[in-house]
């Protein structure tokens, strides 16, 4: 039996949106100067956002398979969540790598 397209959309919602809670953290331990505690929510909010992208490739195979994916409200704040997750993990890393360099020029 197939999971429900809201119920996966809620999977999706609920995994990436701990993943872009995780990255906003990096940015604010990384300003503390708190690098591994940064990384260590670099890799959390990776697994988070796997997660995520799991229950969105249930999606892909049920349309690849056929199946009628009917588009609504929630699965396109699914689709939002997701991307806005995704930038922030390139942001957070990037605002981290920043950091790290700021620090070794200063030592």
């Known amino acids: 039996m197939r999971e429900d397209?809201?119920?996966?959309?809620?999977e999706i919602i609920a995994a990436v949106g701990c993943a872009k809670s995780s990255f906003v953290e990096v940015i604010e331990e990384a300003?503390?100067?708190?690098?591994?505690?940064a990384d260590a929510l670099i890799a959390k909010g990776k697994e988070q956002y796997k997660?995520?992208?799991h229950a969105h490739s249930k999606l892909l195979q049920m349309f690849s398979e056929g199946q009628d994916v009917e588009v609504n409200m929630l699965l396109v704040h699914a689709e939002c969540q997701m991307m806005s997750a995704e930038d922030f993990?390139?942001?957070s890393q990037d605002f981290l790598d920043f950091a790290k360099k700021i620090q070794s020029d200063h030592t």
């Open 5 to 10: 397209i809201n119920d996966i959309s809620c």
């Open 89 to 91: 993990q390139l942001l």
């Open 31 to 37: 300003k503390a100067g708190n690098f591994e505690k």
């Open 51 to 53: 997660e995520g992208h």
